[in-house]
């Protein structure tokens, strides 16, 4: 009984999940781990019989793998002799988010290469139709072979533009997979964006909210809503900088009053790697501050109306207030 004791003590701080059960099939113990992450599904589990209990996780992803209390979880067994074994879990769920994000990023660098390979492929046509008439029209006039010299300088100055988009589309791919996630206090990485550029017209009005996130991408991320907002912002106005807490969400709203972009432009403004506004960098950076929201957890929207200028909104889950720094 006290060797019981001794390992059911080891088991309720394991990192893992643990179940032990008997040689009769029933749960014995749960360790504090599987009971955070299970919560009411493995309430009253000590006394059922594992197969039972088994049956009410239907979240079962694939094999021995399972979605619980917003974790995937890998289940193991490990025999206690005559004593029955343990049925252990794993939190596995950075992994499969990462094999999500792979997945996600393979599929965008498809459909980024099949758009570069089309988007290059014209330009160099060009290129080597006004170079087939410098080199072989030698008695053009002059102001033809400067109008065929300026064309082709005109296509290769729109490849380099494509190649330039596409480079900081596949580093932002790379990068994903390597956010460092920390408790933090997103009003912080807000104010510090908005004092960079603090000789700029900003009305600035924030809220302190904690996020689980990656603060130089959040920055990143902030930053680029920002400089959009100051591009189209009038010459007499202001740009809105709001973070407020709503519905347990931190929700970020961006906005100028400069004109509304047409509406074929508002549709295609996070399509990937496709120019909205003529500028080259802005067409990818948005298309990145997206998908940075996406990959915490969150989303970014843009909504542009008359006499009210346009509006990108950030939302990102908060942390609970255990998860909070105790320091903060």
Same mark, same amino acid.
């Not at 988009?165 to 920390?182: D, G, I, K, N």
């Not at 700029?200 to 996130?213: E, K």
């Not at 912002?233 to 807490?245: K, Y």
């Not at 100028?256 to 802005?282: K, V, Y």
């Given at each position: 009984?006290n060797?019981n ?11 893992l999940?643990?179940a032990?059960?008997d040689?009769t099939?029933r749960?014995?113990?749960?360790n504090h781990?599987?009971a955070?992450w299970g ?5 009253g ?9 088994w049956?009410?996780?239907d ?5 021995e793998?399972? $979605?619980?209390?917003?974790r995937y979880?890998r +289940?193991?067994q /490990?025999?206690?002799a005559? @004593?029955?074994r343990l049925?252990?879990? !794993?939190?596995?769920t950075?992994?499969?988010?990462c094999?999500?994000g792979?997945r996600?990023?393979?599929i965008v660098w498809?459909?980024a290469?099949a758009?570069?390979?089309?988007e290059l492929?014209n330009?160099l046509?060009?290129?080597?139709g006004f170079?087939?008439l410098l080199?072989?029209r $030698?008695t053009?006039t002059?102001?033809?072979r +400067?109008?065929w /010299?300026?064309?082709t300088? @005109?296509k290769a100055q729109t490849?380099? !533009?494509?190649?330039e ?5 596949s580093r932002f ?5 390597r956010?460092?996630r920390?408790a933090l206090n997103l009003a ?15 009305a600035?009005?924030?809220?302190p909210?904690?996020v689980?996130?990656?603060a130089?991408r ?8 920002v ?6 912002a009038s010459?007499?106005s202001?740009?809105?900088?709001r973070?407020?807490?709503e519905e347990g ?8 009053s400069?004109?509304?972009l047409p ?5 295609a403004?996070?399509e990937?790697?496709?120019p909205h ?6 067409r ?7 998908g940075l929201a996406?990959?915490?957890?969150g989303t970014?929207e843009?909504?542009?109306l008359?006499?009210?200028g346009n509006?990108?909104t ?7 207030d255990?998860?909070?720094?105790t320091?903060?």
């Amino acid at each position: 009984m006290n060797r019981n004791h001794t390992l059911t003590s080891i088991l309720d701080v394991l990192p893992l999940g643990v179940a032990w059960v008997d040689t009769t099939d029933r749960i014995t113990f749960i360790n504090h781990t599987l009971a955070e992450w299970g919560g009411p599904t493995t309430q009253g589990w000590v006394g059922q019989t594992w197969d039972r209990c088994w049956r009410t996780l239907d979240g079962t992803v694939e094999g021995e793998e399972l $979605a619980l209390g917003g974790r995937y979880l890998r +289940r193991r067994q /490990a025999p206690l002799a005559d @004593e029955g074994r343990l049925e252990i879990f !794993e939190d596995i769920t950075a992994l499969r988010d990462c094999e999500d994000g792979l997945r996600e990023m393979f599929i965008v660098w498809d459909e980024a290469s099949a758009f570069h390979a089309h988007e290059l492929r014209n330009p160099l046509t060009a290129i080597l139709g006004f170079g087939t008439l410098l080199r072989d029209r $030698a008695t053009a006039t002059e102001e033809k072979r +400067r109008e065929w /010299a300026a064309r082709t300088v @005109e296509k290769a100055q729109t490849m380099r !533009e494509s190649i330039e988009v596409y480079s900081t589309a596949s580093r932002f791919l790379a990068e994903r997979h390597r956010f460092q996630r920390l408790a933090l206090n997103l009003a912080q990485v807000v104010e510090d964006v908005v004092r960079d550029v603090a000789d700029h017209n900003i009305a600035l009005f924030s809220t302190p909210c904690w996020v689980n996130g990656d603060a130089d991408r959040l920055r990143r991320l902030v930053r680029i809503l920002v400089a959009h907002a100051l591009s189209h912002a009038s010459h007499v106005s202001r740009v809105q900088v709001r973070l407020t807490v709503e519905e347990g969400q931190a929700v970020l709203r961006v906005g100028d009053s400069g004109q509304p972009l047409p509406a074929e432009a508002q549709a295609a403004i996070f399509e990937p790697l496709r120019p909205h506004n003529g500028t080259p960098g802005s067409r990818v950076d948005l298309t990145i501050a997206r998908g940075l929201a996406s990959a915490h957890g969150g989303t970014l929207e843009f909504a542009s109306l008359p006499e009210q200028g346009n509006t990108f909104t950030l939302t990102l889950p908060v942390l609970s207030d255990e998860d909070i720094p105790t320091n903060s």
